[in-house]
């Protein structure tokens, strides 16, 4: 063994002097570990780094997959691994500052919506996305997210998705109060008001109540036992630093720093091509996002008749059909 050790060095070493010299450096960021770059992103509290994942490799069609939360993950975006590749479609999960495979940093000033669109701002410029090939695929919190973004930086998109999500909370907690809540079991609304007028949101009866009550009639309408993993890995790891200040405690209606917001009179000003998908079980009005659709000035939308808030889940083949045609048709 000793008599072969030199000889094997000797040649090791021949091995690597006739390597290009480039042999083991990564012809693109990420390469190396699979699609994966820790994105720097700069914020009045310092810099911090958020985690994005590529998959796939086209040129013209590159989704960005802003998650739902606030404080959620990409993990339940993983179903698109079941029908964008063999679309050729390339696609980008990202985890928001605050979540999950992201930095987490305990600064509440950072959970602002104005912080929020310059960090997916900057992610873009990282990933090199621009008005020939970027589109943007936002769900829940995400399609809000969405809407800001393109109500600021509409010239670097391609296309834009918004899933599930309405242009105002206000109408949002209206129909709440006038349509959910009068649909649930009156006895389990009475206990779930009262554990979250009194703030006991973290009492497991909370969840007790919720889940059968309101989760599988409107939030996915699956028995939970049987919900997805990456849908149930998503659920459990919700960043309560970043989503109870943002939507409030209670999982029926919003009440935290976005209970005003309402972009009901601007999205005519969103000119690029926009898909608004509802679901007529959503906990979000399908027909005030059918009415979204109709002010976007190159808007079109797409109703999940048996879905309810993850659609994409729940009426999956109506939710991806319609998504995927509609990148096809702003691809064309």
């Not at 695929?137 to 973004?149: C, K, M, N, R, T």
């Not at 049987?226 to 209670?250: C, L």
Request: charge should be negative; include cysteine; aromatic fraction near 10%.
């Amino acid at each position: 063994m000793k008599r072969l050790l030199p000889a094997l060095l000797l040649l090791l070493a021949a091995c690597t002097t006739t390597q290009p010299s480039n042999y083991f450096t990564p012809r693109e960021p990420g390469i190396q570990a699979g699609g994966v770059r820790m994105i720097p992103i700069t914020t009045p509290k310092g810099t911090f780094n958020v985690w994005t994942k590529r998959t796939g490799n086209n040129p013209r069609i590159k989704v960005l997959l802003l998650h739902g939360g606030p404080g959620a993950t990409h993990e339940y975006y993983e179903v698109m691994d079941s029908f964008f590749p063999a679309e050729g479609i390339e696609y980008y999960f990202y985890d928001q500052l605050g979540s999950a495979y992201s930095d987490q940093p305990d600064e509440p000033e950072l959970w602002e919506l104005p912080r929020f669109v310059e960090e997916v701002e900057q992610v873009r410029q990282a990933l090199g996305l621009d008005k020939d090939n970027f589109y943007l695929l936002g769900q829940s919190w995400g399609g809000l997210l969405g809407i800001e973004y393109a109500l600021k930086y509409q010239h670097h998109l391609k296309g834009l998705i918004v899933s599930n999500m309405m242009a105002s909370i206000p109408a949002y907690n209206e129909y709440a109060k006038r349509v959910l809540m009068p649909g649930l079991d009156q006895a389990a609304l009475a206990e779930i008001q009262r554990l979250e007028e009194t703030g006991d949101t973290q009492n497991p009866r909370y969840m007790e109540l919720l889940v059968p009550h309101h989760y599988e009639k409107h939030f996915l309408r699956i028995p939970a036992a049987q919900w997805p993993n990456p849908v149930t890995r998503a659920m459990s790891r919700i960043n309560p630093k970043v989503y109870v200040p943002m939507q409030g405690p209670s999982e029926l209606g919003a009440s935290g720093k976005l209970v005003n917001w309402d972009r009901s009179a601007d999205l005519k000003r969103i000119t690029v091509p926009t898909l608004v998908i509802g679901a007529r079980h959503d906990t979000m009005d399908p027909k005030h996002m059918e009415w979204m659709a109709s002010q976007f000035p190159n808007g079109r939308y797409l109703y999940c008749a048996n879905g309810s808030h993850m659609a994409l889940y729940d009426d999956q083949q109506t939710w991806f059909a319609g998504v995927i045609d509609f990148i096809r048709d702003v691809d064309r």
